[in-house]
Structures are given as C-alpha cells and as structure tokens.
C-alpha cells in the first residue's frame, strides 16, 4: 500500500501525536508499504521554528524510509487562540500543495487534535476518490472544554463542532486508541461500525537507544531516588502537584523531582518553584526523544499527571514508555489510563489534584523495595505484550487493507 499521514506534529518534534504517527509510520515501512508525511515545520511547543527548517516554504526529508514533505507554518510564540488558529490553518491550506506532486497514494490517514488538519484529509480524499481515516487521539473540541481552554457554546467551539462533524461525516473509518473514546464518539452518535480501536503503544526498539552517560552528570541525577516527568508542560498535564508534592518532600535530600520538556506551563512551574524555594526539583528543558530513555534508565519512578478527571479516555504515550522501559509510575488520572496501571501491576493511582495521596505514593515507592520491584517487573513484562507498537501498527494495517478493497470493489461497481 502507498499509504500518507497528514500531521499537525512530526520528528523531531516531541509529544504525544509525534510518536504515534512516528512510531505507525516507521512500523509500516517495516511491513513493507511505501508511508508519506504531509507535516509542517518542526515548532512544538516552543512556538519556534528549528533552525535547520527557519525561512523554509517547503522541505522533503526522509527519515527511516519515511518520505517527508515540510509545509510553511505560521507560528508565534505568544499563546493565545487567534495565533493557534492560525498556526493550525495555515498547514490546512499549505498542505493542498502536496497534490501537485501528483504522488500516488492509496489512502489516507490523518492524525488529530488538531481538528482542522481532518478538512485536508477529507479534500485529498475527495480529489484523489481514495479513502480517508481520521485519527483520533483526542476528541475536539471537547477536550478542550474539559481542561478549560475552551467555553462551552462559544463561536470558537460551535466552528469546531461544525468541522468536527464534517470530518466524521466524509471519513472511511475512525481510528480512536482508547474504548473510551469509542464509547464518547458513540453516544454522540457516530455510527459504532465506522470507529476501530487503534490503541497507543510502545515502541520496543526505544531500550535499544543507547544510554547517555553525560545526562546523568550534566542533570545531578546519580546518587539521588528521582521522580521523573517527561512530556508537554501544558495545562492538561496538571504539573502542579509535583511542584506541591516537591514542597512536601523538600526535607527528604534524597528524593528530586526531574521535568523534562516544554510547554505553555514550564515558565509557570519554575516561577513556582522559585517562589517555593526549592532545591529537590530540576528543570531540563526541550530534550530529544532519544534522551528521554537515558532519563528513564536514570530516575526510579515516571509521574503522569493529567490535570482534569474529566479526561477519562486519554492514555498518555509517556505512560506505556514509563511502563515498558521497566520503571513504576505514579499516575494521577481517572478512566482508561487507570486501567492500564492496574491491569500492568507496574504502579500506582491517585485522583487529579489529590496532592496528600500523590505524597503518599511516592514515598510508598521510596520506602517499599519488594513493592517497587515487583512493580518494575511486571510493568515491563505487560506491556510489550500487550502494547507492542509492531503488533498495534498490524493492527492499522489490516483495517486499511480491509478499507481499500471495499472502496476497490465500490469502484469497480459504479
């Protein structure tokens, strides 16, 4: 199969949407497919373009066989919904441009949120008469209401709402990675036939990723018990209850809480931590991904915060990375993500926001060695077999296959 993915977020940038097409499209280059990415410049979450791709309209690139064309994106540094929908439109429209190469595709999956790069998805489609999946990670704009981004009944969110369902409406197939959001996208009635299970998962060639000796030296990580969170410092992370959980702890000198990564919230956080005086927490800043496992084979336990209960059908990537690089994690969530702890053996659960029982977590894992072993055990062991990123890319490849010859044998009856 000729198969393209249309995404907001590429390699090297990091976050969740990132490694999943990264993580699919190598997988599929592997089962022996021809993959294409439509993506804009490197830019999240800085709100910067990367050197290497600044003043550029349009770049191809190939990364582990995967053709890559890099489309003009607006961008800015200022957070705010007028220049994020402009950063987000601007690769809708730029991203038409991949039809002049007149590339032969066989089907085409786009990955969401964002919601609007979908309306690409349906246009290729519609032109090209192929199929189109719609990816989704989270569902929009609902997600944004929940963690407060976004009003309810706002002419931003009735825009969106609009969009949203003209995407469904024109997709071949809905990809969600949660039974979660199945279960949402059903009872706003999407036909349940029309929507695959496509879960996240882990990439185990990440524990073949040489460990680099110079972080743990650079960053003050040996010799101490670390906590580590990697991922998007944003508002739907909920951040705050390390920093609180970091104050707590502040007389343990063993104990250091380790943040990698950048996002809206990091200027916040270590405002926070300035004000609070404290010594136990390290802020390292925009990391590649490969570092991530140097961070992981230094720290002792992944905290995955989200900040909201009402994000019950979101299962966080660095989670299943935590699990399946052997190291316990503390989760502070509800719904899907729970599931995925408990089932696993690798860890423990806290309510969002519920800082006195994310206290007691981290010191249950400090204190209790028999516990945190066995913890590091079984995590590793549940996920590579259950969230294998070869087994679920397998999974993508035989609903795309499934699709094609539909849409093959609908052609040859018109």
Request: with cysteine; glycine share 6%.
């Amino acid at each position: 199969m000729k198969i393209l993915f249309l995404t907001q977020f590429f390699s090297p940038e990091t976050g969740a949407a990132s490694k999943r097409v990264y993580g699919l499209a190598r997988q599929l280059v592997k089962l022996g497919h021809e993959v294409h990415v439509v993506t804009g410049m490197p830019n999240y979450p800085s709100g910067r373009i990367k050197d290497e791709y600044k003043k550029k309209i349009f770049c191809f690139e190939k990364i582990d066989g995967i053709n890559v064309s890099r489309y003009y994106v607006y961008v800015s540094e200022k957070r705010n919904t007028l220049n994020r929908m402009l950063n987000y439109f601007s690769l809708v429209l730029s991203s038409l441009f991949f039809l002049l190469k007149r590339r032969e595709i066989d089907i085409i999956i786009t990955s969401s949120p964002p919601l609007f790069l979908g309306l690409t998805g349906v246009i290729m489609s519609k032109i090209k008469k192929i199929p189109h999946v719609f990816d989704i990670r989270d569902i929009w704009p609902e997600v944004a209401v929940e963690i407060g981004e976004l009003k309810e009944g706002s002419k931003v969110y009735k825009i969106m709402k609009r969009i949203e369902k003209i995407i469904y409406k024109n997709s071949d197939i809905l990809t969600v990675v949660t039974k979660g959001k199945k279960t949402n996208l059903i009872k706003n009635g999407v036909d349940a036939n029309k929507i695959k299970l496509v879960s996240n998962g882990f990439d185990e060639e990440f524990l073949e990723i040489p460990i680099n000796k110079d972080i743990a030296e650079r960053y003050n990580l040996i010799g101490k018990f670390n906590f580590l969170y990697a991922g998007i410092i944003g508002i739907a992370q909920g951040i705050d209850i390390i920093i609180e959980s970091a104050e707590k702890l502040k007389f343990n000198n063993e104990i250091q809480f380790v943040l990698v990564g950048n996002g809206v919230e990091l200027e916040r956080m270590k405002n926070l931590v300035r004000e609070k005086k404290l010594s136990n927490v390290i802020f390292t800043g925009e990391q590649p991904h490969n570092n991530i496992r140097s961070f992981l084979h230094y720290s002792n336990v992944a905290l995955v915060p989200l900040k909201s209960e009402a994000l019950k059908d979101s299962v966080p990537t660095k989670l299943y990375e935590a699990l399946g690089a052997g190291k316990p994690v503390i989760l502070s969530a509800s719904g899907d993500s729970v599931e995925v702890v408990k089932e696993s053996r690798g860890g423990l659960v806290v309510k969002p926001g519920d800082i006195d029982s994310f206290v007691k977590a981290i010191e249950k894992l400090y204190k209790d060695k028999d516990f945190y072993k066995d913890c590091t055990i079984n995590s590793k062991e549940y996920v590579i077999k259950n969230y294998s990123r070869t087994a679920i890319a397998k999974t993508l490849e035989k609903q795309l296959k499934l699709e094609l010859d539909k849409s093959r044998d609908n052609s040859k009856n018109l």
